[in-house]
C-alpha cells in the first residue's frame, strides 16, 4: 500500500486524483469491499474500500471514472508529514493555516463536528472532540476530468 501522507487536491501518497480504478488496482491491490451508487445525471460512484487500511476511495464518472474523493480514519496518516490524527482541532487549524488553507468553516450535527477547507476540499470530522474521518476530494465532471473551481 501506498505511504498514508494526505495531499489536499492532489491525492493519497502515490495514488492521485484522476486516477482510473483499473491504475489504482494495479497499485494497491484488490479492495476488501466495494459499494456502487448511481447519482444524479447518470454519475456513478464506485467505493473501493481497503477497510485493514483504513481507506475507502470513490471514484465518479460517466465516460470514464476516475478518484474524486479519499475517506481516512488510518491513525498513522500524515497531513504535510504531522500525524494528523494526533492533532486536536485548533492544531489542525494552525497547520492548514501554515500551509496555505487560510479560510475554514465549523459544523456540528448530532454527537459529530465538522472542520472544513472548502479550498482544500477537506472536511475533518470530530467525534467527542477527537478527530474520526478526514474526506478530501476534487470535483469531476462526467468526462472523467477534474475540474478546477
Not at 482510473?20 to 456513478?44: L, R
Not at 474500500?49 to 480514519?73: A, M, N, P, Q, R
Not at 468553516?105 to 467527542?128: A, K, P, Q
Request: hydrophobic share 40%.
Amino acid at each position: 500500500m501506498t505511504h498514508f501522507e494526505i495531499v489536499p487536491l492532489k491525492g493519497l501518497g502515490n495514488l492521485k486524483f484522476g486516477q482510473t480504478i483499473e491504475e489504482t488496482i494495479a497499485m494497491i491491490g484488490d479492495a476488501e469491499e466495494i459499494d456502487e451508487m448511481d447519482g444524479e445525471d447518470n454519475m456513478n460512484t464506485v467505493i473501493l474500500h481497503y477497510w485493514s487500511h483504513g481507506i475507502s476511495i470513490f471514484f465518479e464518472g460517466v465516460e470514464k471514472s476516475v478518484i474524486s474523493c479519499f475517506e481516512t480514519d488510518n491513525p498513522e496518516c500524515k497531513l504535510f508529514d504531522v500525524p494528523v490524527f494526533q492533532m486536536d482541532q485548533k492544531s489542525i487549524i494552525k497547520h492548514m493555516k501554515k500551509n496555505g488553507f487560510k479560510e475554514f468553516e465549523t459544523d456540528r450535527e448530532e454527537g459529530e463536528s465538522r472542520l472544513t477547507f472548502e479550498e482544500g476540499l477537506i472536511d475533518f470530522f470530530y467525534v467527542d472532540g477527537l478527530l474520526s474521518t478526514v474526506n478530501w476530494g476534487v470535483l469531476v465532471n462526467s468526462n472523467g476530468e477534474i475540474e478546477k473551481f
